[in-house]
């Protein structure tokens, strides 16, 4: 081996190791997680940091399906999660489509206005929706959960940038063609814009399935928690004495199942800025 290539391969190896060691820091915890699942309680207690439970038992996940309130949480937020992730596709690619296309008195300050909510903490907006859910009676309903999240800044931004990379010959030739607004959207735009679509889906849905603050202030009714509202509660002890540790874990560990999934079907599909776009 030459003097030059151990030159170039010290510094590379050296980047490796690092990166190993970062991804050994971000996927302990969740080998922690899942190991400790599968532990008896004392074995928890005792040995929290072990990756090889002593006892090896699935306990903690008998209790959560059968003795607890979790299928309910799940179910709770597989309703408001597909719903959610169906209605911010639907309206924000409406939106984003028409910040981009349809000239209308207003529109550069109107998404001025839309790129200063991005900026906005939502704690910040937390009160503000409270009092507007419950002025319009939809506090502890499933509407309350659901609707206020229907749109986001984040995806329009997203579909407008990315409308805006299609060219527009496409459009006048379809209406050339005799279509309308809307089908040229439907039919034309947004297939191409498959990329920006399943970006915001798998932004949806992790957003949704994770969401907590807004669940907190749009209802208070155990048969209306959602996985994060009742494992934020098991986690805090509200289901009993004791760590239970394994329980708490099996919880978190199955409310990561869906998000993977979902990312690992679309993630070869996340947004490319120039896919779909046709040349001129």
Do not use: C
């Amino acid at each position: 081996m030459s003097a030059a290539g151990s030159t170039r391969r010290g510094p590379a190896l050296g980047v490796y190791v690092v990166l190993v060691a970062l991804a050994a820091v971000y996927i302990l915890p969740f080998l922690i997680d899942v190991a400790t699942s599968f532990k008896t309680e004392p074995d928890a207690a005792s040995d929290p940091l072990s990756l090889v439970p002593r006892t090896a038992t699935v306990e903690a996940y008998r209790t959560l399906f059968v003795d607890s309130p979790f299928p309910l949480w799940f179910r709770n937020s597989a309703i408001v999660t597909v719903l959610v992730t169906l209605g911010r596709v639907f309206f924000d690619s409406l939106a984003g489509y028409a910040l981009a296309r349809i000239p209308f008195r207003g529109r550069a300050p109107l998404f001025a206005l839309l790129v200063t909510v991005m900026a906005v903490p939502n704690v910040v907006l937390l009160i503000p929706k409270f009092l507007v859910i419950k002025q319009l009676g939809m506090y502890n309903s499933f509407s309350g959960m659901v609707i206020p999240l229907l749109a986001d800044a984040a995806g329009i931004f997203i579909m407008k940038n990315f409308f805006e990379s299609i060219p527009v010959s496409i459009e006048e030739q379809a209406r050339i063609d005799g279509a309308g607004s809307f089908r040229i959207f439907w039919s034309i735009v947004l297939p191409m814009a498959r990329p920006a679509v399943m970006t915001i889906v798998i932004l949806s849905f992790q957003g949704s399935w994770n969401e907590l603050n807004h669940f907190i202030v749009a209802s208070n009714k155990p048969e209306l928690y959602t996985l994060t509202k009742g494992v934020a509660r098991l986690a805090a002890g509200g289901y009993g004495q004791g760590t239970k540790y394994p329980l708490k874990l099996a919880a978190a560990a199955v409310m990561t199942v869906p998000v993977a999934i979902v990312f690992f079907i679309f993630q070869k599909r996340i947004m490319n800025v120039s896919a779909g776009a046709v040349k001129e």
